[in-house]
């Protein structure tokens, strides 16, 4: 009997701080409204490998958001916060979904009512191990693509050593890639060592040198996406294929239903979160999502 009183006092907990969490997320939404920002659910939940860099990562978008006064920032940090803020009526609260460095498969409190979410016109940003999540989706069928997958429009496949990479700006007018073009623009070309590079990254003309670990893709929904960031060849970064030609994705942007939705493999590292041009990066990949600046979603040329 008092074993049962127990597990009935818990579960009165969970259930009060449950709708604790979503009368103050509704009351956050209605506040930055009224202030005339959007709203932002920033995920860092993870099932499988977690990377040391989220906190930098929460860090960096929340202090985004406050700088450009674009948006208001919210965290998803716990299984039972994701129940509470997630759930098809919660998500109302939001403009966008970030998965920052999410990896696994986490427990949505409804699957379907998130991809509905996103399709309905909302927007869904997912940086680098983004692509690391939902290899399996609840309720699919074994071997067949996951819808997350299909949503996001690739799938991580692996990766090796972290290395210096030339990434090339396909779409130079894409909030995401303009403040890039425009430093690289007027950044004269030059050699550029990879300790260089581990401090700080830099555009030249129309490519951006970087230095992080380089994820490899498996299905590659390639026309249905626009690429942004892409590589003319494999990363040098110690496998048998370094260095051959070839077409290998670094960020991409697409529709999904009403829905946009914007990827970058970019940030392992802590540093490249406190990358100026990296933040330069998400900050409008993040506004293109929210429908703050437009990009086309427009598949280019495979």
Same mark, same amino acid.
């Given at each position: ?29 209605? #506040?930055?409204?009224? #202030? ?20 930098? @990562? ?16 919210? $965290? ?22 970030? $998965? ?13 009512? $998130? ?19 939902? &290899? ?66 830099? @555009?030249?003309? #129309? ?73 330069? &990066? ?6 293109? @999502?929210?429908?703050? @600046? ?9």
């Amino acid at each position: 009997m008092r074993i049962r009183r127990t597990l009935i006092g818990v579960a009165l907990l969970c259930a009060a701080t449950l709708l604790v969490a979503c009368v103050s997320s509704q009351r956050d939404a209605q #506040a930055a409204r009224r #202030a005339g920002k959007k709203r932002l659910l920033v995920v860092t939940v993870t099932k499988g490998f977690r990377h040391d860099s989220i906190p930098v @990562a929460e860090e960096t978008i929340q202090s985004l958001g406050e700088k450009t006064g674009r948006w208001d920032t919210d $965290f998803v940090r716990t299984d039972e916060e994701m129940q509470a803020k997630m759930s098809r009526a919660a998500l109302q609260n939001y403009d966008a979904i970030v $998965f920052a460095n999410t990896t696994g498969t986490l427990p949505l409190p409804d699957p379907q009512g $998130f991809l509905d979410y996103i399709k309905a016109g909302h927007g869904f940003v997912a940086m680098h191990s983004g692509s690391d999540t939902f &290899h399996e989706w609840p309720g699919g069928s074994p071997g067949e693509v996951s819808a997350y997958v299909r949503m996001l429009g690739a799938e991580f496949a692996g990766h090796h050593r972290q290395c210096a990479v030339d990434a090339h700006l396909l779409d130079p007018k894409h909030p995401a890639l303009k403040p890039i073009a425009a430093a690289g623009a007027h950044t004269p070309v030059t050699t550029v060592s990879d300790e260089q590079l581990q401090k700080a990254s830099v @555009a030249q003309g #129309a490519t951006w040198k970087a230095f992080d670990e380089i994820y490899l893709f498996k299905n590659i929904d390639r026309a249905n996406m626009r690429a942004l960031l892409t590589l003319d060849k494999h990363p040098n970064d110690g496998s048998p294929e370094a260095n051959q030609p070839g077409e290998y994705l670094v960020s991409w942007c697409k529709s999904y239903g009403k829905g946009r939705v914007f990827y970058t493999s970019f940030g392992h590292r802590q540093e490249m979160w406190r990358d100026p041009l990296y933040q330069q &990066h998400i900050t409008g990949g993040i506004e293109f @999502a929210l429908g703050l @600046a437009k990009g086309s979603t427009q598949p280019n040329p495979l």
